[in-house]
């Protein structure tokens, strides 16, 4: 599950800087949390292209 805050709240303006996180939920691989618009850009990047080449599911994810 890849989570992304934008750091805007219900107004429209920003409270925070972007920031982002993943969790795998077949390996149990978490990655981040990340902040900042670019850092924020290339991690969604790398998530999508490297994670998959590297999870392996666990035992308990693997039998559900």
Do not use: W
Request: net charge neutral.
């Amino acid at each position: 599950m890849l989570t992304v805050d934008l750091g805007v709240n219900e107004k429209g303006h920003r409270d925070h800087a972007p920031r982002a996180r993943y969790e795998c939920q077949r390996c149990r691989t978490t990655e981040g949390p990340v902040e900042g618009s670019i850092a924020v850009t290339t991690f969604i990047e790398h998530v999508r292209a490297v994670h998959a080449t590297r999870c392996h599911p666990t035992q308990e994810s693997a039998s559900a």
